[in-house]
């Protein structure tokens, strides 16, 4: 069974940094691309960032760019969104996202890891 | 940026009523890239629909989608109790990866 656990969330004050990850398990991670969505309270969906099976390969929204690096280690099956100066508006659950199809970038997200909650504020 | 635009934003229905949502894409969507997803209240979104048509593992045949281009269609044919939820499509065929703003079906 795949299993998607997230971890790294808090409470953290505008310009702060945070490292979020997320733990896989139940499928061979290193053949997988992964992403990180976020979900702001009460709001929709938002992707953040994806990277390729190596690693080498790395995309961003424009909301996040320059300001987060996502990052995997493939020997530990985790994934991890590395977070700098942050703000009132990176307020979010934070979910790590399994596409569907090995090694493609072009597959929907098959699996979803509970979420963890990150909040800035003062 | 491909924008989705998901209407209706809110849809009432009754159990056992059919359920149309639409997706529309402010460009062609690749390969129609295109996927559904169903969220409920305090749980992550679960994959229903991929590739604008197929159904994902498990998901009942009440669910279909279609659509091809910038118009794409999430129908769910006779509405069970625990279909009642926010629904959202994705472009998943370019970067940035986008989502429609959601359509929520309600217990009328």
């Known amino acids: 069974e795949v299993q998607l656990l997230e971890s790294g969330g808090g409470l953290v004050q505008p310009g702060g940094s945070l490292r979020l990850s997320c733990a896989a398990s139940?499928?061979?991670?290193?053949?997988?691309?992964m992403s990180w969505v976020r979900q702001a309270p009460g709001k929709g969906l938002e992707w953040v960032s994806s990277?390729?099976?190596?690693?080498?390969?790395?995309y961003y929204a424009d909301s996040v760019k320059g300001r987060f690096t996502i990052s995997r280690d493939n020997s530990k099956n985790t994934l991890y969104l590395q977070m700098n100066s942050l703000r009132a508006e990176d307020t979010a659950i934070y979910y790590c996202?399994?596409?569907?199809?090995?090694?493609?970038?072009?597959?929907?997200?098959?699996?979803w890891g509970q979420g963890t909650l990150l909040t800035v504020s003062s | 940026e491909i924008v989705l635009t998901q209407s209706p934003g809110t849809l009432s229905l009754s159990p056992g009523e059919r359920a149309t949502l639409s997706c529309r894409a402010s460009?062609?969507?690749?390969?129609?890239?295109l996927a559904w997803y169903q969220q409920k209240p305090g749980q992550a979104p679960r994959l229903l629909i991929y590739?604008?048509?197929s159904r994902a593992t498990g998901i009942p045949d009440r669910f279909s989608g279609s659509g091809s281009g910038t118009d794409f269609t999430l129908t769910i044919s006779r509405l069970e109790p625990e279909d009642f939820a926010v629904y959202y499509c994705?472009?998943?065929?370019?970067?940035?990866?986008?989502f429609g703003g959601g359509t929520k079906v309600e217990v009328k």
């Open positions: 996202a399994k596409v569907f199809y090995a090694s493609t970038w072009n597959a929907a997200f098959d699996s």
């Open positions: 139940g499928f061979t991670f290193g053949i997988y691309v």
């Open positions: 590739g604008a048509s």
């Open positions: 460009q062609s969507v690749s390969n129609n890239y």
């Open positions: 990277i390729s099976t190596s690693g080498h390969i790395t």
């Open positions: 994705q472009q998943y065929g370019s970067f940035p990866l986008t």
